[in-house]
């Protein structure tokens, strides 16, 4: 039962990314946008579970400081009745100091689990919280990069739809001019022409898409994200005339 509850598994995740694959070729835009809203949509529940996390973290660490509060209050009393019986020389008031002293002591006893649970509690709860707030950071960074990404790609498809067009508009203005527009071909060269255009308009096709998908990111470029944060106005005086200058223009 477990060969074929894999090979099924494997066997629907190629036809999910075959479906997937033939999205892209049909409609890139479509299918980038789609995915990019899939993100923004599990952004959302991850970051919905870290709110959630984190009330949990806070609630559980203000009931662990609560108990430890009262569990150190206690044991500072035991010290100080400790201190009252050792110095005390009465022995009816040295007795009564004594057993409750000891009625003390069994009460923080039985508290030291509970502080202890409450503790251990509040530690994983801040476990959980933390994990879910890495998540949500990441998620929100591959988010913020895969739109960076769409918008380039979508500049670069623009431009190369743009060149089409202009491509196409000078090849009948030349074919004009040269007095080819309203001549008759032979019907099979027609038709050897017509095939060989598709052919490499289907091929240019396929590497638009090819690079309406490939990754693009400026902030791998160390020199290019310097040069931009220079040209904002971000970089940090080093130099002490520098420093005092900067201080100067505040």
């Known amino acids: 039962m ?3 509850t894999n090979y099924g598994k494997v066997t629907m995740d190629k036809i999910k990314n075959s479906v997937i694959e033939g999205l892209v070729s049909f409609d890139p835009e479509g299918a980038t946008e789609a995915e990019i809203k899939e993100m923004e949509q599990k952004l959302e529940a991850v970051s919905v579970q870290a709110a959630k996390s984190r009330q949990t973290m806070l609630k559980e660490k203000d009931e662990a400081d609560k108990i430890a509060a009262v569990y150190n209050q206690r044991i500072e009393a035991g010290e100080l009745l400790n201190q009252k019986i050792t110095v005390e020389t009465d022995p009816a008031k040295k007795a009564s100091l004594e057993k409750s002293l000891a009625t003390l002591l069994e009460n923080v006893e039985k508290m ?8 251990q509690e509040a530690t994983e709860a801040e476990e959980m919280f933390r994990y879910l ?4 950071r990441d998620a929100a960074k591959k988010l913020k990069e ?6 380039q790609a979508m500049r670069e498809m623009q431009k190369a739809k743009m060149q089409e067009q202009m491509a196409k508009e000078k090849e009948v203005a030349t074919k ?3 007095g080819l527009g309203t001549d008759n071909f032979n019907t099979a060269l027609k038709a050897m022409k017509h095939i060989t255009e598709d052919a490499a308009a289907k091929a240019e096709a396929a590497k638009l898409r090819s690079d309406l998908l490939k990754p693009v990111s ?3 470029d160390a020199n290019v994200t310097a040069a931009l944060k220079e040209v904002k106005g971000e970089v ?7 420093r005092l200058s900067a201080l100067k223009k505040k």
């Open 112 to 119: 030291a689990a509970d502080v202890d649970k409450e503790q």
């Open 176 to 178: 004009t001019a040269a």
């Open 146 to 151: 895969a739109k960076s990404q769409y918008t």
């Open 218 to 220: 400026l902030e791998d």
């Open 236 to 242: 940090q005086p080093t130099s002490l005339t520098e």
């Open 133 to 136: 707030e890495q998540i949500t």
């Open 2 to 4: 477990g060969f074929f």
